[in-house]
């Protein structure tokens, strides 16, 4: 698929969405423990209304940390795993040109995958650029009771993109399409305003620093001062290098 336009960077380098969801089974946990779980962490984004049996949560748009402790998406994914002790799913888009994928199964996680580690604004620079974790893709299939998507998962997972020609917004719809996970998380980037082909924004649950209502606006806009300045947690905390004993170590 064509990169559609973006607003370019000042170094000239175009930069497209930045977004991140956590998906979970309401099931698992109540809609109201939920919210108590944000509430302690000041998380900062929105939550939508329980649907086909899933929860969704979506973190403010941006490449930030949305909640205390210097958590990002997948760290708020965490920590609700640890609540919930049921399955639960956490994807980050960062600029589009890298998504980062983690699951967890009774609080315990089963993998984690970034199809380009070399993306992550702390990365050193001999840290390889190709898709990491490949192997997440069964333990995906079997958790959303798709055991025969396997393959494909790992076909897509484990692709090489062109960044000049390809968002990973696009691998991310295909990921939850075989899921059968909601695909509109992937137009989150267009939050505040609705999201286009999902719930409008007057439906979703909007959380500043994990308060609602006029009085949350204060508090949202003092943190999102601080955190902005903050990056999240790599993906992959000790990804694969190339050059030298390292090389050899993640190749051999």
Same mark, same amino acid.
């Given at each position: 698929?064509?990169?559609?336009?973006?607003?370019?960077?000042?170094?000239?380098?175009?930069?497209g969405?930045?977004?991140?969801?956590?998906?979970?089974?309401?099931?698992?946990?109540?809609?109201?423990d939920?919210?108590?779980?944000?509430?302690?962490?000041?998380?900062?984004?929105?939550?939508?209304?329980?649907?086909?049996?899933?929860?969704?949560? /979506? !973190?403010? $748009?941006?490449?930030? =940390?949305? %909640?205390?402790?210097?958590?990002?998406? @997948?760290?708020? +994914?965490?920590?609700? *795993?640890?609540?919930?002790?049921?399955?639960?799913?956490?994807?980050?888009?960062?600029?589009?040109?890298?998504?980062?994928?983690?699951?967890?199964?009774?609080?315990?996680?089963?993998g984690?995958?970034?199809?380009?580690?070399?993306?992550?604004?702390?990365?050193?620079?001999?840290?390889?650029?190709?898709?990491?974790?490949?192997?997440?893709?069964?333990?995906?299939?079997?958790?959303?009771?798709?055991?025969?998507?396997?393959?494909?998962?790992?076909?897509?997972?484990?692709?090489?993109?062109?960044?000049?020609?390809?968002?990973e917004?696009?691998?991310?719809?295909?990921?939850?399409?075989? /899921? !059968?996970? $909601?695909?509109?998380? =992937?137009? %989150?980037?267009?939050?505040?305003?609705? @999201?286009?082909? +999902?719930?409008?924004? *007057?439906e979703?649950?909007?959380?500043?620093?994990?308060?609602?209502?006029?009085?949350?606006?204060?508090?949202?806009?003092?943190?999102?001062?601080?955190?902005?300045?903050?990056?999240?947690?790599?993906?992959?905390?000790?990804?694969?290098?190339?050059?030298?004993?390292?090389?050899?170590e993640?190749?051999?």
């Amino acid at each position: 698929m064509a990169l559609p336009s973006s607003t370019p960077a000042e170094d000239g380098e175009p930069r497209g969405e930045t977004y991140g969801a956590v998906i979970l089974a309401a099931e698992d946990l109540a809609d109201r423990d939920v919210r108590e779980v944000l509430r302690g962490i000041r998380f900062t984004g929105w939550m939508a209304p329980p649907q086909d049996g899933r929860i969704v949560i /979506l !973190g403010d $748009p941006g490449d930030g =940390v949305i %909640a205390d402790g210097r958590r990002g998406v @997948i760290e708020v +994914g965490g920590l609700l *795993a640890a609540e919930a002790r049921g399955r639960v799913l956490a994807v980050r888009v960062r600029q589009d040109r890298q998504l980062g994928i983690v699951a967890w199964r009774h609080g315990e996680e089963l993998g984690r995958y970034c199809s380009d580690p070399s993306r992550e604004p702390t990365a050193d620079d001999d840290v390889l650029a190709a898709p990491f974790g490949v192997e997440i893709a069964e333990g995906l299939a079997e958790l959303s009771d798709r055991a025969d998507a396997a393959e494909q998962l790992t076909e897509l997972l484990e692709e090489e993109l062109d960044p000049e020609s390809v968002y990973e917004s696009e691998r991310l719809r295909s990921v939850l399409r075989l /899921l !059968g996970l $909601p695909t509109w998380i =992937v137009a %989150a980037g267009a939050l505040p305003h609705d @999201i286009p082909t +999902g719930p409008k924004a *007057a439906e979703l649950t909007r959380l500043r620093g994990g308060a609602t209502g006029i009085s949350s606006v204060a508090v949202g806009r003092a943190l999102r001062a601080v955190r902005r300045r903050q990056h999240p947690p790599a993906v992959i905390a000790d990804p694969p290098k190339g050059g030298g004993a390292r090389f050899e170590e993640w190749m051999f």
